[in-house]
């Protein structure tokens, strides 16, 4: 269990190297209650986080951390966690006691450190170690924040948060595309694309087919793929057939069905004499003879 945890771990900071560009030794931003609760559980917090992140770290406090941390100086086991925290390098955050007579809450804290122009990016690649879990879930929509926190005694590392997978994804999918343009011709790339149109195979397979059948006749080997092309051309030309079929019916009846033509005739026959019979008497015929022609069907 312990093992499979490492194996992932290491995983997910090569990602977080491969699309976020981290490095060692990785920033790591603790917050006062991880100092707390690594004292409360004896766990050597520095020794751990390395292990952790499979590399060096360097450890980081804010100003506003560390003020929390002497603010509970009486409180029992406040002295050791000021002198764990003196370990760690302070992260100038500019919330001066001057400015702010009280530390800023972690949150906005570590919001305006991780994140100082609202953009949405981890622009200096820290990694956060935080026991808030508001803390955490506003860093998840930050994009590349490996998140830490420590639950019974057990450092975790989070897996990566939804949006920074989208990101790993579309990265690793564009840098796939590069290689394969290189390696390969534009061979390889109509298969791709047949691949990526999934959903419309029977236009694409006709097109790519048809293409075939006029530039690649002479292969033997790709013989059968024209065919499954040929085979996909058809419920299309079928449908086209349809349509052309309907009419060639119509033509084919034009000379057998002239029964139906002599009946249309009569009808008109039967019209021009209702015409006969109401020309003496209305003033317009050709009024009369819709109307009466409607009365017959
Ligand atoms: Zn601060």
């Not at 100003?63 to 966690?81: F, H, M, S, T, V």
Request: net charge positive; aromatic share 4%; hydrophobic share 25%.
């Amino acid at each position: 269990m312990r093992g499979k945890r490492s194996k992932q771990y290491r995983k997910l900071m090569e990602q977080f190297s491969m699309t976020f560009g981290f490095r060692e030794p990785y920033q790591v931003l603790v917050d006062a209650e991880m100092v707390k609760d690594a004292n409360k559980c004896t766990m050597d917090l520095a020794a751990r986080l390395q292990s952790t992140v499979h590399g060096k770290v360097k450890p980081l406090i804010t100003q506003c951390e560390i003020r929390k941390l002497y603010a509970d100086k009486d409180q029992p086991g406040g002295n050791a966690a000021i002198e764990l925290a003196k370990t760690f390098e302070r992260r100038r955050c500019g919330h001066h006691p001057d400015e702010y007579p009280k530390p800023l809450e972690t949150i906005e804290c570590l919001r305006s450190v991780v994140d100082p122009k609202s953009t949405g990016e981890n622009k200096h690649r820290y990694v956060v170690a935080s026991q808030n879990l508001d803390v955490r879930r506003m860093l998840r929509g930050i994009r590349g924040v490996p998140l830490i926190y420590i639950k019974r005694s057990v450092m975790i590392l989070e897996p990566m948060a939804d949006e920074s997978v989208q990101i790993r994804e579309r990265e690793e999918r564009r840098k796939f595309r590069a290689e394969l343009k290189k390696t390969v011709g534009k061979r390889k790339r109509e298969e791709k694309d047949e691949g990526a149109d999934n959903g419309d195979h029977s236009e694409s397979d006709d097109e790519d087919g048809d293409r075939r059948k006029a530039t690649q006749a002479p292969t033997t080997e790709k013989k059968p793929k024209k065919h499954r092309g040929a085979k996909g051309a058809n419920p299309l030309s079928v449908k086209k057939k349809k349509p052309q079929q309907t009419p060639k019916k119509e033509t084919d009846k034009k000379p057998e069905t002239a029964a139906s033509d002599t009946k249309a005739k009569r009808k008109r026959r039967k019209k021009t004499k209702s015409e006969n019979a109401t020309a003496p008497g209305a003033s317009e015929p050709a009024a009369a003879a819709p109307s009466n022609a409607g009365g017959e069907s």
